[in-house]
């Protein structure tokens, strides 16, 4: 007899068939080829912003693409708040944890930026925004206000817009950055020496020229050393002797960061070595965030304090200018040390360059004057 019986009812017959169908369908089957897909996307951007932020909690600026995209970092939770919903509509539940603990980690650096001036460095007891932190002693003088601008005016083609703003603010110091021979000149024949009696100058081509105009007197000092001339000055304002220096180290492009780390750290070594010799104002194009880790050395070593970030505006972008607020990022710095006060600081549109420039009202104390 056969195996399976004609005559017999169906009811009575093997259902190998139906039962191994049954299973097959069961089984579990492969994801879409789409929802592979956007896994890999998402787990390779988490593994790449995972090394940033690394980076930076470390305390290393690394290597390119590392530096580029540190000025960048505060803008990485946007796209980490979206890695982390991707994550969870595709219901991978390593990846959404994966994508949390990076937003509140990123988060984390973008509040130590802000809260870094909190450290206990004695030089920054005067440094605060605030309009009255200071008090004469008996038979002491009292604090100077000024105004400084800083300024990159690309190539020089933003010097007309500059003129009209030193005209209109009056600062009291600018420091201006890539003012090579036409700006040079535009400077000399349009701002009157009554008004800035006191320049230091050095006339180069395209990035490589520089400025420093004050209407207090200045005396000749080293510079730092540069690629784009970064020359500095001693300023006597009220009873004391302001050490100025003009920053603007090479930016960190790719195959340049070596150089970038060399002519930063000259401007941090010359912050380190003038530490508790008397005022110091180190402004200019510094190419770096807070989020760099030596430009934040630079300010430790150095005693200085951000103007920008102490009179509230740590978040307002200098360049590029071309993107809207808030985008961007902030490069460029009025560095102060403990001696001055920073009472307002605001950033300023320039047509034909792709910086900011800023704007700070500093006071700077008497050399006997206490701080309660």
């Not at 932020?53 to 590392?66: E, H, N, Q, S, Y």
């Not at 201006?176 to 535009?186: D, G, K, S, Y």
């Not at 402004?283 to 304090?305: S, W």
């Not at 951000?306 to 710095?333: E, F, K, N, V, Y």
């Amino acid at each position: 007899m056969n195996a399976q019986d004609p005559e017999l009812p169906p009811t009575a017959q093997a259902p190998t068939t139906h039962v191994s169908m049954e299973r097959a369908e069961r089984a579990p089957t492969a994801r879409p080829l789409h929802v592979r897909l956007l896994t890999a996307v998402t787990g390779l951007f988490l593994v790449g912003a995972t090394l940033l932020v690394g980076c930076r909690l470390l305390g290393v600026d690394g290597v390119t693409p590392v530096p580029q995209l540190l000025a960048f970092l505060p803008w990485l939770l946007v796209p980490v708040a979206l890695a982390a919903l991707f994550a969870a509509l595709l219901r991978w539940r390593t990846g959404t944890i994966w994508a949390l603990v990076l937003l509140a980690a990123t988060g984390w650096t973008s509040r130590t930026y802000d809260a870094y001036d909190t450290d206990d460095d004695a030089s920054g007891t005067y440094a605060t925004s605030t309009s009255g932190s200071a008090t004469a002693t008996p038979g002491g003088g009292t604090p100077v206000r000024l105004r400084v601008l800083t300024s990159n005016v690309e190539f020089g083609q933003g010097t007309l817009g500059l003129i009209d703003t030193i005209r209109r603010e009056k600062p009291d110091l600018v420091f201006v950055q890539e003012c090579e021979f036409i700006c040079a000149r535009l400077l000399a024949d349009r701002i009157p020496s009554a008004d800035y009696p006191y320049r230091n100058v050095v006339k180069a081509s395209r990035a490589e020229g520089s400025a420093i105009l004050s209407v207090y007197p200045l005396t000749e000092a080293d510079g730092v050393e540069g690629t784009l001339a970064m020359p500095g000055s001693a300023a006597r304002i009220g009873d004391r002797t302001v050490h100025l220096q003009l920053a603007h180290p090479l930016p960190p492009i790719p195959g340049m960061v070596d150089d970038w780390r060399a002519e930063l750290g000259a401007v941090r070594t010359y912050a380190a070595a003038h530490k508790g010799a008397g005022p110091v104002i180190v402004a200019g194009d510094f190419n770096a965030t807070r989020d760099h880790a030596l430009f934040r050395a630079l300010l430790k070593d150095g005693g200085l304090r951000d103007s920008a970030l102490l009179a509230g505006a740590g978040r307002t972008p200098s360049w590029p200018s071309q993107l809207p607020r808030p985008l961007g990022a902030q490069i460029d710095h009025v560095l102060v040390s403990g001696d001055f006060s920073v009472r307002d600081a605001r950033f300023i549109d320039l047509a034909d360059t792709d910086h900011r420039s800023l704007l700070v009202g500093l006071e700077l104390r008497a050399a006997d004057m206490r701080v309660p």
